[in-house]
């Protein structure tokens, strides 16, 4: 080689392919617009068997398919495109790509397929095929954090797997006859876990970079024994509430775990993200973990019922948070600019109204099914504008090149 004149090579980002479809580049692409499509169709397809009575789910009934496929279909592939995009960053390895990138989401969508009408399939065949997939994910992930020794992680990966146990218990006490609750609320605990561990880095750290590029003096507060009490605290309650959801000292540990986590939120600045929604509805999903823990807390006093106060996690905290991170992972890795544009802010809007009505259609009976029906068609609404915004980036553009 000429040492006078080296010869000059552009330098490729980290990790994304140049070649080949773009939707296969990065797991955030299938994942993420997939669990926009299925979270309007699957509640589409729950709120035509609520209104007319149209089966749903075969055997499994349709209370039972609409509570899976939230919990395990739409919730799954947003943690899915999620970790197969921030595990690079945090080991520094090349993402799951391509061929095997594409054997993962085909696992996923056969799930989705066979669970439609799991008794034409064989209720034993359409289970054996739904449960693979978080298994193959947490192995996939694993593989990932050991290679690149990043051993804090492994708690991350716990909830993964425990969701992956959730899932199988789900579908044993669907064929035994046995009421699912557990199952639900073991899932949901693994989530607000990760809400907890991830939303914890992710929250103060978009926050604190965004106040700081505006020179404000007043940044989050550093992680601390607060925050690690608040997680061990909020450990406590949800393993209580699966296994003894309206037990005093369950009503007792969430209430403590509610005031930390709402401690926690108040020493992240919210009150200055207002003129950011990107950054702003990080806060509101985060707000909804200790409304979670105070709902729950009201259960056995009768002044809310146990669902209600389930959907305060499940469509407050774990819907809006997943939202938000989609949204904004995508404009982040596909080139646009980190702020939310008038079609994303109107999409976290629909979704906060729907976490608002849902829980709260039990203080007004009489209309309770129009109120549960108007949520839902706001949970569609806002995922419905979040494909429009992003569906044609995650299948269409790449980040620039560096130059």
Same mark, same amino acid.
């Given at each position: ?7 000059k090579? &552009? ?12 939707? *296969?580049?990065y797991? %955030?692409?299938? $994942? %993420? ?25 075969? /055997? ?7 509570? #899976?496929?939230?919990?395990? !279909? ?23 790509? /391509? ?5 993962? %989401? ?6 989705? $397929?066979?669970?439609i009408?799991?008794?034409? $399939?064989?209720?034993g ?6 449960? *693979? ?16 020794? &990043?051993?804090r992680?492994? &708690? ?8 992956a ?5 789900? #579908? ?13 609320? =073991? ?23 965004? =106040? ?12 601390d ?13 949800? !393993? ?40 702003? +509805? ?8 200790p ?6 807390? *009201? ?10 106060? =389930? #959907?305060?996690?499940?469509v /407050? ?25 008038? =079609? ?27 109120? +549960? ?9 806002? $995922? ?14 790449? &980040?620039?090149?560096?130059?």
């Amino acid at each position: 080689m000429n040492e006078t004149h080296p010869i000059k090579r &552009k330098p490729v980002p980290r990790g994304i392919a140049q070649t080949g479809p773009v939707i *296969l580049a990065y797991g %955030f692409r299938p $994942f %993420f617009l997939a669990a926009g499509i299925w979270a309007v169709v699957a509640m589409g397809l729950w709120i035509v068997c609520l209104m007319t009575g149209v089966p749903i789910g075969s /055997g499994y009934g349709g209370a039972a398919w609409h509570a #899976h496929e939230m919990l395990f !279909g739409y919730t799954s592939a947003a943690l899915a495109g999620f970790l197969l995009t921030a595990i690079p960053n945090w080991t520094g390895r090349l993402p799951v790509s /391509g061929t095997p990138l594409a054997i993962l %989401f085909a696992v996923w969508l056969a799930g989705r $397929f066979v669970l439609i009408r799991p008794d034409l $399939f064989g209720v034993g065949w359409a289970v054996g095929v739904d449960i *693979l997939f978080l298994p193959l994910l947490f192995a996939i992930c694993l593989r990932e954090v050991i290679a690149g020794r &990043k051993w804090r992680d492994l &708690k991350v990966l716990a909830a993964v797997l425990t969701l992956a146990i959730a899932n199988a218990s789900y #579908h044993a006490l669907i064929v035994w006859g046995v009421d699912t609750g557990l199952a639900n609320r =073991l899932a949901v605990a693994a989530y607000i876990m990760l809400i907890g561990i991830i939303g914890g880095r992710v929250v103060p750290s978009f926050t604190r970079n965004w =106040l700081a590029r505006r020179h404000v003096i007043n940044l989050p507060a550093p992680y601390d024994r607060l925050d690690s009490l608040a997680l061990l605290t909020a450990l406590a309650g949800l !393993g209580l509430w699966v296994v003894w959801p309206t037990h005093l000292v369950t009503v007792i540990v969430c209430i403590v775990a509610g005031a930390l986590h709402a401690m926690r939120l108040a020493r992240w600045q919210s009150w200055q993200t207002a003129e950011e929604r990107l950054v702003l +509805v990080l806060h509101l999903a985060y707000a909804a973990v200790p409304l979670g823990f105070f709902a729950i807390a *009201l259960v056995p006093s009768g002044l809310l019922d146990a669902t209600s106060a =389930l #959907h305060v996690f499940t469509v /407050g905290a774990i819907g809006l948070m997943t939202l938000a991170i989609m949204s904004r992972a995508t404009r982040g890795h596909t080139g646009m600019p980190l702020t939310a544009p008038p =079609l994303t802010t109107a999409s976290y809007g629909f979704l906060v109204i729907g976490a608002v009505l849902r829980p709260g259609a039990m203080l007004v009976p009489a209309h309770y099914m129009t109120l +549960v029906a108007i949520s839902g068609l706001c949970w569609m609404a806002a $995922f419905l504008l979040y494909l429009v915004e992003y569906g044609p980036a995650l299948l269409t553009r790449r &980040k620039p090149r560096l130059e």
